[in-house]
């Protein structure tokens, strides 16, 4: 399927993601100077402008793409978007980074939707990486669309029949089996203050 039928579903200021979507362009850096490759794409003054605001230091613009470490080169992949537009397109951003990076790009992709007005569309079937963190959730069936749903519907039983439950969900829905009385929580940090508070 073409970018903009993804990209018409999806508004400015929010973070929208596709869940079984058929889009297959890979989030790759050119193996070459990155200096060289982002000054093809704009001037030093906005590139630097943009790593401020991504939070990646300058001298990361004097590496080549096989020194980049894995949180620098997804950065850098966000940054050559920015330079493009007003749009930002993942597709299975999370994968190659830890629990700690995962938490830093949700922050970022968070900031970037909110004080920048940019959209944000991340395709992905990691669930657990997109609980508390999207604006929307489009759960497509062959291409089309079977379910929108919010973050806070997460919860809804009938969802779960195109994906998988996160865990986080099937522990609290076990608590509550067992007469626990613990809110719907969909971030772990709340979840472990909830439990114990118990």
């Not at 930002?88 to 909110?114: D, P, Q, S, T």
């Amino acid at each position: 399927m073409e970018i903009n039928y993804y990209l018409n579903l999806a508004s400015f200021g929010e973070i929208t993601t596709f869940l079984n979507a058929n889009y297959n362009k890979e989030n790759k850096l050119p193996k070459v100077a990155l200096k060289e490759y982002l000054l093809a794409l704009s001037s030093q003054e906005k590139i630097l402008k943009v790593f401020r605001m991504l939070g990646i230091e300058e001298q990361v613009l004097e590496k080549h793409v096989n020194d980049l470490l894995s949180l620098e080169e997804k950065l850098i992949i966000l940054a050559t978007q920015l330079l493009k537009g007003k749009e930002v397109i993942l597709n299975y951003f999370e994968k190659g980074l830890n629990e700690k990076e995962r938490i830093y790009i949700k922050r970022i992709l968070r900031k970037l939707a909110l004080d920048y007005k940019v959209k944000v569309l991340v395709f992905t079937n990691d669930l657990e990486f997109l609980l508390g963190f999207v604006d929307k959730i489009i759960i497509l069936e062959n291409q089309e669309i079977a379910k929108t749903l919010t973050n806070k519907e997460f919860y809804n039983e009938s969802i779960f029949k195109y994906i998988d439950r996160p865990q986080i969900i099937s522990f609290v829905k076990k608590c509550h089996l067992l007469g626990k009385k613990l809110d719907n929580y969909i971030d772990i940090s709340e979840l472990l203050k909830g439990l114990y508070r118990l």
